[in-house]
């Protein structure tokens, strides 16, 4: 069955300081996709990245790393130097063919305070 | 720019009085999606339409319905909201969705109020 884990339901930090948040999935597909999407206080969950299983290049994106170690089973996300406007609930979600309709099973989130 | 959007952004309603929040799009995408969000919470897919095929989540309330008259729109209906309905209903789109990893994007949401 799938599952996302997000343990971490809220992080504060001071502007500037880096903040990682984690992401840990179950699956038992061997071909499966990782999504991060950002929810600011507005509302709408904003698209940040996909990974598919086969690819296990860390990404870089601006201030935005992620690292995917499928050894793991885990998809964490960095957010370099963080600013106020980086304040928002990131959702970590999995996708595989468990579902043929690519449904989204969504971690719990995690609330990131970014203080000046 | 292409869009998902939502319309009302905030709606207020009577215990019991129904009510239809609708979704608009101009990806031209052919899957849409109906979530709730309570609060704290992950969304929760209600169900959502391939093309004109409806696809209802087994869990889902009889209480809610919906309609896509068209590609782009889509309509959630309330039936008789109870207070447990507050919540914020998220529309969203992707491609053909019956392959995983297709991107869903997601409209602004429409925070419902129940009184």
Redesign the interface.
């Known amino acids: 069955a799938q599952k996302v884990t997000q343990a971490q339901t809220e992080i504060s930090v001071v502007e500037k300081e880096d903040v990682t948040l984690d992401c840990v999935y179950e699956t038992r597909d061997t ?3 990782l ?1 991060w ?1 950002k929810q600011p206080p ?6 940040l990245i ?1 990974r ?1 299983s086969f690819d296990e290049q860390n990404e870089i994106s601006g201030r935005y790393s992620w690292n995917f170690q499928k050894s793991t089973s885990s998809f964490n996300f960095t957010i370099t130097a963080s600013q106020v406007v980086d304040s928002a609930v990131y ?1 970590c979600a999995l ?3 468990t ?6 099973q ?4 995690t609330q990131v305070v970014v203080t000046p | 720019d292409a869009m998902v959007i939502q319309n009302p952004r905030y709606q207020v309603t009577q215990f019991g009085k129904p009510v239809t929040l609708s979704c608009s799009q101009t990806l031209n995408h052919n899957v849409m999606y109906w979530y709730q969000q309570k609060s704290s919470q992950a969304p929760k897919l209600l169900f959502h339409y391939y093309d004109k095929d409806f696809n209802n989540e087994a869990d889902t309330p009889d209480n809610f319905q919906s309609r896509r008259p068209n590609t782009s729109f889509c309509f959630l209906d309330i039936r008789s909201p109870g207070l447990g309905d507050a919540a914020m209903y998220l529309c969203a789109t992707s491609t053909k969705g019956w392959l995983a990893g297709n991107i869903q994007y997601f409209g602004a949401g429409t925070r419902l109020s129940v009184l």
Do not use: P, Q
């Open positions: 071909t499966y996709y999504f999407y507005s509302g709408e969950l904003v698209f996909r598919n959702f996708s595989d063919t579902d043929s309709w690519g449904k989204f969504f971690g719990a989130g």
